[in-house]
């Protein structure tokens, strides 16, 4: 999906009489695309509106799926993306044009997913075997898996929701958004050094748990 | 001299290389390593599966309606909003017109009940002077028309 936006004066362009405003085809998938869909929704033009729902449609999916997999409930999941973009909606004129708005984006993806957790350990902890149970995903929304794909991703969801949460994060970051771990640095608002550390324990975590499942022959 | 770099290093950013996470030179002398020591070779191997592992975890798709679903929460926000400022300008309306009542009606009984000073005594006697109320401040007590009455008659006299 291309936008069609305008652009101001180029560095390239006098300031006198450059070139006129002319329409300009900005990548979706670049930082360019984001800042001006940013700049639309800010400045409260005509079509900010359309300008959020396209932000919200580039980021619905990687949003929910972090979630997804952080918390391993999908209507809750679900819930909580929501409350992600309705927080963006609020807070979209404190974000700082230096910073990616990916970056800041996810920080409050990481924040909600936090605070999903905090409050279910106030209200008492609810293993994964019951979220499990409980969870049913419209059968439209997932991939088709035959009986032994649906056991693997059972036992590597379960394996990723026992990480320590920090680690978790990390790992679905790194692994599944295709985050750099300076990205998940500036994120987490942490060192290099520590997501070279949390990632690095996440997957010895992992690999003595699923390992011997290999050997075994289970997954 | 140059460092003999141990396994235990080499673990320690092992998950790093294998995320393509380390310098140069530090890529470069754990591929060195790598090439001599089966024991860390072993371990990137168990590594590079956990990656293997993680893909069993396949992405769900976002519901058809979930935009519309934010759109009916925004909207519904927006009237939370909306309400609870109207529920909140009210009160805040009627408590700032009891202020101004209470700080005016305050100001007001300030001026009435001052003590009256001496040149404010010497103005109104100079008002009565000249409009010639003085004369007035001797009526006896009765109705208007007989104060006119006696008026008359003692200007007759």
Known sequence: MDLIGYRGKSSTESASGGCPRQPRIIDNATDDYDLALVKRIRAQEEDWELAFEQLVMKYQHSVLNTIYRYIGNYNEAEDIAQNVFIKVWHKIKTFKKKAKFSTWLYRIVVNQCLDYQRKKKKEGTVSLDDKLSEEKIPESLTVELDSEQKKKSAIIKQAINELPANQRIALILSKYENKSYQEIADIMGISLGAVAALISRAKESLKTKLIPLREKGII | ?157
């Open chain 2, 1 to 157: 001299m140059k460092r003999k770099i141990k396994c235990p290093d080499i673990r320690k950013r092992l998950s790093a290389f294998l995320d393509g996470e380390v310098t140069e030179p530090e890529k470069f002398y754990i591929s060195e390593h790598l090439k001599t020591c089966g024991d860390c070779q072993n371990e990137a191997e168990k590594l590079s599966q956990i990656s293997d592992f993680l893909s069993f975890f396949t992405a769900v798709d976002v519901s058809p309606y979930f935009v519309s679903r934010l759109k009916l929460r925004l909207a519904e926000e927006k009237a939370h909003f909306a309400n609870w400022t109207k529920r909140l300008v009210l009160p805040l309306e009627i408590a700032a017109l009891f202020l101004l009542a209470l700080i005016g009606g305050g100001y007001l009984g300030r001026i009435l009940s001052e003590p009256r000073t001496e040149k404010d005594a010497l103005l109104t006697e100079e008002i009565a002077n000249v409009s010639g109320v003085s004369a007035f401040e001797d009526f006896s007590e009765g109705s208007l028309v007989q104060t006119f009455t006696n008026l008359l008659a003692e200007g007759g006299d």
